[in-house]
């Protein structure tokens, strides 16, 4: 009998042997060794083999010995994936590697346009799906340990403390060898190996057991034959649902575990493995397998009544007093258990720490896009790894310590493989069907996984929480919904149900969803990069530099930085490294200056994209054409701006020089109306200081010249106060600062007033017509004094410049349309025609300067009736100086309404 | 010393008061309103001084100068130049156009006389030098 204590040496000697191998097989692939041992096939064929769990191991035997021949489609399933499905996994695995896949949730989301939510719930998912898988295993170690501590009386057995134990030391593995660095590629040489080698111990432990019953027991394999054919196991009928059903679940768990999509595709070196692995890997199953029936049959027939076949491996040895092989069949079995739980354990912590953990991480401390690559974050990426690690290892533990252990182990395998399986139509989805969508994707797996739980996880499970009334009679006495028998579908297996409802429910959903939904942008451009991954990435062996490469290079680099340039910069590099030449061989180093020296033309995102597409043959990938595609933005809305701004320059640029011109024009009109004033105000100075000085200088002068010159003096005196007037008039009427007095008038009273101011004092009699019926008609609403100062100083000028005879005037009055003219004729020649256009101009003279008017007069007129909404104007063709007043209507028209 | 003089300015006032001033002096002045034929009028006169308003009707004193300096008779006849307008450029141009005094509007009466007697000394000391003898016979008239 061998003692729990002998059974705790062997188990802490061989896991540091597994942890002595992991840290051996990370040094040296820190060195850079040993690649053609640990970069071979058969690691990769071995490292598949955690598709072997503890439920394989112990849970094919009593499988067997429940339902006979039925445990071989576990086995089938992968193995038709393997030989049938291989180039479908190659895809999966160059997909894997061109878009630098962590998980199966990162390929998910990633092939559905990089969606948060997908990767959240296919994460959520599997760790549903696992978590009691994880318990799985725990279980089995602890059965397996019961079993030695039966055989050991003096000790007692502490059955909570050694799994409590166990799933410490195995969280402590996996956070040693998986979360020591972050690698880009996400490998994990020493975890690999380990798992090799534990795929080595169980297939010998289990192959050891097996001829020890087939030779040992049996006595030879006629023998072996002849005893199983009379074993319940020869009896067993084969249930063709059932063998469908879990053979199809095998399958598709097979590639959507998250663990074997972690050793089959993030760890997979070259995808030239997949060829070795798809004949070695089914091989290893079958040689695993081989022994299952054998042991079966023997235990059922050997072992007492009631003996758990779940352990036969163990118990068939033990009670042969074979205690070496027992010992050796319980490491097959702990390394079963321990190799999936740290695999499981790495996988699931990859996608919580990725796609829960750091996403929260990153909103809450705000540091989103720059901090990205700061060995600040990959701390943090470390740390949330970690304790991933531990969360899923408790949670492991939790459920493990809530089930109790009870639930025969394959139950709870197939239950777990069919939850997963439910990711299988996404993921080939995306794989081969480009109109897949996110949507799509989403809906599939919320039908599937609702499903499942609901038909079989909550049922079988969680038992307790479906009475029993709800499972024979529905929910609310709906029989159509009860849990296992959907839709009046009776008398099918559980797991058959389960998978028949929940997968072609699942598929039409993912189907009809994604042709009805519309997909953004880069979930087409990931469609295409996933499923025709073979058409632009690289095969494999691609990744190794050449000279040819380098001409590539130099080609490329010519094309961007002139050849001059790009000769000087290839051949520093080639003095640097020392090499032959005549080009510089295409090293980490010299590509990194390189793409340096190309991004500084070009844009980082199109250097980093054309020399990975030369070097490495790869993919440009979406990020990298995202990027480009950002660059490129980037720069078309800068020279747009550009482009906006020069505009806006030339623009500016214009309105100035159109505002200086107006400047020099308005500082041209200024000087020359000041010249003008000047010339104005200097004149009749000049007169008065000339007399002034006379009178001063001149005593003898005769008292008639003296009131002569005195008179002059003071005309002149009131011409000046005349001008300064008409300034200040004009000066107010033109800034627009005049208030207007509105008030209402007849227009012959205004009129009369005009006359009367007019023609005061004046020496020479005008003779006035005026048309006294159409002017009692008129009533003016205005200025009426304004009006006057116009009309006034219009009789002015007839009074001064009429040259006919005996001069008249002839005021007339007439009503257009919108308003009211005042036509104002003398009978003299007028003004001669090329005055006309100039007469209400500023200092306009038609007549000498005898009339003593500074030319101001019309001027001020004009400005008049402009400010009162109207006009005046010269009247061409009439016989004599004509001039029209015109007044509209407005201020009327206004009072009435 | 004094002789005849043409002054063409359309300013009645000022005309006035210049007549009046060189008339006290002994000359014999002759006033005329309009730039139009003011070159005929100075022609018919042939006076020892034209005075000159910038700014004339129908044609301006600028041109009236130019219209003389053209005459060989005239060659050496003072021009004074009035105006009211007080800008530099005018100055220059009238310089250019042979104006022998340049004045600007308003002036002092003692202004006025004193570049008249300077204008006509220059004139006679000049003329003195070429034709001699001619000066008692003005003189005397």
């Given at each position: 009998m061998t003692s729990l204590n002998l059974l705790a040496l062997v188990s802490i000697g061989y896991v540091a042997i597994l942890f002595s191998v992991a840290f051996w097989a990370d040094r040296m692939a820190l060195r850079g060794r040993g690649a053609w041992f640990m970069g071979s096939p058969l690691i990769y064929t071995l490292s598949l083999s955690i598709y072997c769990t503890a439920w394989t191991f112990y849970g094919a035997v009593g499988y067997a010995a429940r339902s006979g021949m039925e445990y071989v489609t576990i086995y089938l399933g992968p193995t038709l994936v393997m030989i049938g499905w291989w180039w479908g996994l190659r895809k999966l695995v160059r997909v894997g590697r061109s878009q630098r896949i962590s998980s199966i949730a990162d390929l998910l989301s990633a092939r559905y346009g990089k969606s948060n939510v997908l990767a959240i719930s296919v994460t959520v998912l599997a760790v549903v799906g696992v978590t009691p898988y994880i318990a799985l295993q725990l279980q089995s170690i602890t059965l397996s340990v019961s079993i030695f501590a039966e055989a050991d009386p003096t000790r007692s057995y502490n059955e909570a403390g050694t799994v409590f134990w166990i799933a410490t030391g195995l969280a402590c593995f996996a956070i040693l060898f998986g979360t020591r660095n972050l690698n880009a590629n996400e490998r994990h040489h020493g975890v690999v190996m380990a798992v090799a080698m534990e795929a080595v111990v169980k297939l010998v432990a289990l192959l050891a057991v097996g001829i020890f019953v087939v030779w040992g027991l049996a006595g030879g394999v006629d023998a072996a034959l002849t005893r199983i054919d009379q074993s319940p196991i020869g009896q067993w009928q084969v249930q063709g649902g059932r063998w469908v059903a879990i053979t199809f679940v095998a399958a598709a768990a097979f590639v959507c575990l998250p663990r074997m999509f972690q050793v089959m595709v993030v760890e997979n070196e070259d995808e030239r493995h997949l060829r070795t692995a798809a004949w070695a890997f089914p091989l290893y199953l079958l040689l695993i397998s081989i022994f299952v029936v054998p042991i079966a049959a023997l235990g059922l027939e050997l072992l007492p009544e009631g003996a758990n076949p779940d352990l036969f491996v163990l118990t068939l040895p033990l009670s042969q007093g074979q205690n070496g092989l027992a010992m050796l069949s319980f490491l097959g079995g702990f390394s079963s258990a321990t190799s999936m739980v740290i695999v499981a354990a790495?996988?699931?912590?990859?996608?919580?720490?990725?796609?829960?953990?750091?996403?929260?991480?990153?909103?809450?401390?705000?540091?989103?896009?720059?901090?990205?690559?700061?060995?600040?974050?990959?701390?943090?990426?470390?740390?949330?790894?970690?304790?991933?690690?531990?969360?899923?290892?408790?949670?492991?533990?939790?459920?493990?310590?809530?089930s109790g252990g009870g639930a025969a182990l394959a139950a709870i395998g197939l239950i777990s493989f069919s939850g997963i399986s439910q990711i299988l139509p996404a993921l080939v989805g995306g794989l081969f069907w480009r109109g897949a969508t996110r949507a799509g994707a989403l809906a599939g797996l919320a039908v599937g996984f609702g499903?499942?739980?609901?038909?079989?996880?909550?049922?079988?499970?969680a038992g307790g929480l479906f009475s029993t009334q709800m499972l024979e009679h529905g929910p609310f006495g709906?029989?159509?919904?009860?849990?296992?028998?959907?839709?009046?579908?009776?008398?099918?297996?559980?797991?058959?149900?389960?998978?028949?409802?929940?997968?072609?429910?699942?598929?039409?959903?993912?189907?009809?969803v994604s042709v009805i939904s519309f997909p953004s942008p880069l979930e087409r451009l990931q469609g295409v990069q996933f499923v025709h991954v073979f058409d632009h990435s690289a095969g494999p062996g691609g990744w190794t530099g050449s000279v040819a490469q380098s001409e590539d290079l130099m080609v490329m680099s010519q094309r961007i930085l002139g050849p001059e340039e790009a000769q000087a910069f290839f051949q520093r590099a080639l003095d640097r490294q020392g090499g032959p030449g005549p080009l510089p061989e295409p090293t980490p180093e010299f590509l990194e200056q390189l793409e340096r020296e190309l991004s500084s033309s070009i844009g980082a995102a199109a250097a980093h994209a054309m020399i990975g597409q030369i070097v490495s043959g790869a993919a440009v990938s979406v990020e990298d054409l995202l990027a480009v595609a950002d660059e490129s933005a980037q720069l078309l809305e800068y020279s747009s701006r550009l482009e906006a701004q020069s505009q806006e320059l030339s623009r500016t640029a214009r309105k100035l020089r159109e505002t200086n011109q107006k400047l020099t024009q308005l500082s041209e009109q200024k000087d020359a109306f000041l010249s003008q004033v000047s010339h104005e105000l200097r004149t009749p100075m000049t007169s008065v200081r000339a007399f002034s000085e006379i009178l001063r200088d001149q005593p003898d002068l005769s008292?008639?010249?003296?009131?002569?010159?005195?008179?002059?003096?003071?005309?002149?005196?009131?011409?000046?106060?005349?001008?300064?007037?008409?300034?200040?008039?004009?000066?107010?009427?033109?800034?627009?600062?005049?208030?207007?007095?509105?008030?209402?008038?007849?227009?012959?009273e205004v009129l009369d007033h005009a006359l009367a101011s007019a023609l005061a004092g004046a020496d020479r009699k005008l003779?006035?017509?005026?048309?006294?019926?159409?002017?009692?008609?008129?009533?003016?609403?205005?200025?009426?004094?304004?009006?006057?100062?116009?009309?006034?100083?219009?009789?002015?000028?007839?009074?001064?410049?009429?040259?006919?005879?005996?001069?008249?005037?002839?005021?007339?009055?007439?009503?257009?349309?919108?308003?009211?003219?005042?036509?104002?004729?003398?009978?003299?020649?007028?003004?001669?025609?090329?005055f006309q256009g100039v007469i209400f101009e500023k200092f306009s003279r038609v007549t000498p300067e005898r009339a003593g008017g500074a030319g101001l007069g019309l001027a001020i007129c004009r400005e008049i009736m402009h400010r009162l909404g109207g006009d005046v104007a010269y009247l061409p063709g009439a016989s004599g100086a004509a001039f029209r007043v015109t007044l509209p209507y407005m201020a009327k028209i206004e009072e009435i309404r | 010393m004094t002789?005849?003089?043409?002054?063409?300015?359309?300013?009645?006032?000022?005309?006035?008061?210049i007549r009046f001033l060189l008339s006290r002096e002994g000359w014999q002045v002759e006033v005329h309103g309009d730039g139009h034929d003011a070159?005929?009028?100075?022609?018919?006169?042939?006076?020892?001084?034209?005075?000159?308003?910038?700014?004339?009707?129908?044609?301006?004193?600028?041109?009236?100068?130019?219209?003389?300096?053209?005459?060989?008779?005239?060659?050496?006849?003072?021009?004074?130049?009035?105006?009211?307008?007080?800008?530099?450029?005018?100055?220059?141009?009238?310089?250019?156009?042979?104006?022998?005094?340049?004045?600007?509007?308003?002036?002092?009466n003692t202004e006025v006389l004193t570049a008249v007697r300077d204008l006509n000394a220059q004139a006679q000391q000049a003329r003195g030098g070429a034709v001699a003898g001619r000066d008692p016979v003005r003189d005397a008239g």
């Open positions: 790495m996988s699931l912590s990859t996608m919580v720490s990725n796609h829960i953990v750091m996403p929260i991480w990153l909103r809450s401390t705000g540091a989103f896009g720059g901090a990205s690559v700061s060995g600040d974050v990959r701390t943090v990426v470390l740390m949330a790894r970690r304790f991933s690690i531990a969360a899923v290892m408790a949670l492991g533990y939790a459920y493990y310590q809530i499903l499942w739980a609901y038909t079989l996880l909550l049922p079988e499970v709906l029989s159509w919904l009860r849990p296992q028998a959907l839709f009046g579908v009776e008398g099918l297996d559980p797991i058959v149900h389960c998978v028949l409802w929940s997968m072609s429910l699942n598929v039409a959903a993912f189907c009809i008292d008639a010249d003296q009131r002569k010159y005195a008179s002059i003096i003071h005309d002149e005196a009131l011409r000046l106060t005349r001008l300064l007037n008409d300034l200040l008039d004009l000066s107010v009427l033109e800034s627009g600062e005049v208030t207007l007095n509105q008030s209402r008038r007849g227009l012959s003779l006035v017509h005026r048309d006294a019926t159409a002017e009692a008609m008129i009533e003016l609403d205005t200025d009426v004094d304004r009006l006057a100062q116009v009309f006034i100083n219009l009789i002015a000028n007839a009074q001064k410049y009429c040259d006919a005879d005996r001069p008249e005037l002839r005021i007339d009055v007439s009503q257009a349309v919108d308003a009211l003219h005042i036509d104002l004729r003398d009978n003299g020649t007028g003004i001669p025609a090329e | 002789g005849r003089v043409v002054l063409v300015e359309d300013e009645a006032n000022i005309a006035e008061a070159l005929e009028v100075i022609m018919a006169a042939a006076p020892d001084l034209v005075i000159l308003d910038l700014m004339l009707p129908g044609k301006s004193g600028m041109e009236i100068t130019r219209e003389i300096r053209e005459m060989q008779a005239f060659a050496d006849l003072p021009i004074l130049m009035l105006t009211a307008r007080g800008q530099v450029k005018d100055r220059e141009m009238a310089e250019r156009a042979g104006v022998t005094r340049f004045m600007t509007k308003p002036f002092s």
